[in-house]
């Protein structure tokens, strides 16, 4: 389910960045959904995710603004209904 992919990725979130080079994490091209999701604390945000009734919703909470530039991209899910799930570990 993508919510859970959603909540678990916020979860472990800086766990993906250390199994990175540092030079491939961050910048604007690779925003924190966990700092995007509002919430406060991971089970705020997970509370928050949970909270989502379409899809739309979930993404709109994942990346604001219909931004792809986040770490975890579910852009091409809104444009297209595929279900691609986009990784942006770089800038």
Do not use: W
């Not at 990725?9 to 800086?14: N, Q, T, V, W």
């Not at 540092?22 to 991971?42: H, M």
């Amino acid at each position: 389910e993508l919510c859970s992919i959603c909540q678990n990725f916020i979860k472990y979130e800086a766990v993906f960045d250390l199994i990175l080079s540092p030079s491939r994490s961050g910048g604007n091209n690779c925003k924190s959904n966990k700092l995007a999701v509002p919430g406060g604390t991971n089970k705020g945000r997970h509370f928050n995710l949970a909270s989502c009734q379409t899809i739309f919703d979930l993404c709109d909470t994942m990346n604001p603004s219909q931004d792809r530039d986040f770490k975890l991209n579910l852009q091409k899910i809104r444009i297209d209904l595929k279900s691609i799930v986009e990784f942006r570990q770089h800038s």
